[in-house]
């Protein structure tokens, strides 16, 4: 197992912002130390029935950027999401940064490259990245050093990242009474996500964990902050040390019944291609539906 350089004694300030069309939750992580910054997770608002793009929600945290006299180090994509769109350039364009994923991008670049019958011109080397990260690989965001840790099972491109005392699950986990994402895209599997899983509750008990999305379970308020010993303890999918095999059998019956998310058709196409929207023949913005593809 990779040795991670897990430094808890680092603690940044976290600032969410909650997507209400989509159920995210974005993040600027600041350096305490600087003015140093990251955004993880940006959305793009999409009227898909409109065919109708804008950008409150980014423009929301450009503001509180600017506001805050921060410098935009880095823009994290802790995958490609399957319900909801990326604003990675739109916000790189305005406040700089680089756009990172995990290095296995190009794997879900191939499958839906294909799916989506994307020409020659959609290149599937994560060239449309600044930066590919491979399992352990460690980057800066102003004295703090992050790292990525490598949680496949959601899809095959998921890393967690870690920041000080601060993770970023992604789709990996949600709030201990939501339990864990499904793992019934291409390239997911169950048993992959479950081995993930453990790696993130192999993180110190204290870490704080945030995530990507959360439904208000139970009619609760929504929520995005836990710690590694709260879902050790409470999760309602893998808490208590729950087996493996519990856990597939469960996660692949729950997962049977489960509808496509609303936006996967248009969220794989820009965020395959780093938040960037596609352009037909004449450059023009436009989506694909295949039919009966996914
Ligand atoms: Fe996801």
């Given at each position: ?6 430094d ?14 989509t ?18 997770d ?35 994509e ?8 990326s ?128 439904y ?7 929520q995005?902050?836990?710690t ?37 058709i ?7 291609r ?21």
């Amino acid at each position: 197992m990779t040795d991670y350089p897990v430094d808890i004694s680092v603690k940044p300030d976290v600032e969410a912002f909650f997507d209400e069309a989509t159920n995210t939750i974005s993040y600027i992580v600041k350096d305490p130390n600087s003015d140093a910054c990251a955004i993880v997770d940006s959305v793009m608002d999409i009227d898909y029935a409109a065919g109708r793009i804008t950008y409150d929600h980014a423009d929301a945290m450009i503001a509180r950027v600017k506001e805050r006299g921060l410098t935009l180090e880095w823009i994290i994509e802790t995958h490609v999401h399957a319900d909801h769109l990326s604003a990675a350039p739109y916000i790189q364009d305005k406040l700089g940064g680089k756009i990172g994923i995990g290095s296995k991008i190009l794997v879900v670049q191939d499958t839906f490259g294909k799916i989506f019958n994307e020409g020659t011109e959609f290149q599937r080397d994560g060239s449309q990245f600044d930066a590919l990260f491979e399992d352990g690989d460690t980057y800066t965001i102003g004295t703090m050093q992050a790292f990525a840790m490598y949680t496949p099972g959601h899809t095959p491109a998921c890393m967690v990242h870690v920041i000080g005392d601060a993770a970023f699950v992604g789709d990996t986990l949600f709030m201990p009474d939501g339990g864990s994402a499904r793992a019934d895209f291409p390239g997911g599997d169950a048993a992959t996500l479950y081995d993930s899983i453990q790696k993130v509750l192999a993180l110190p008990d204290e870490m704080r964990l945030f995530m990507c999305h959360d439904y208000g379970p139970n009619g609760r308020d929504i929520q995005w902050e836990t710690t590694v010993g709260d879902e050790k303890a409470h999760n309602i999918h893998v808490g208590q040390g729950k087996t493996k095999d519990e856990f597939v059998k469960f996660r692949t019956e729950r997962d049977a019944q489960l509808d496509m998310p609303k936006l996967i058709i248009p969220s794989l196409q820009v965020n395959m291609r780093a938040g960037e929207v596609p352009k037909d023949k004449d450059g023009r913005p436009m989506l694909k539906v295949p039919l009966n593809g996914l």
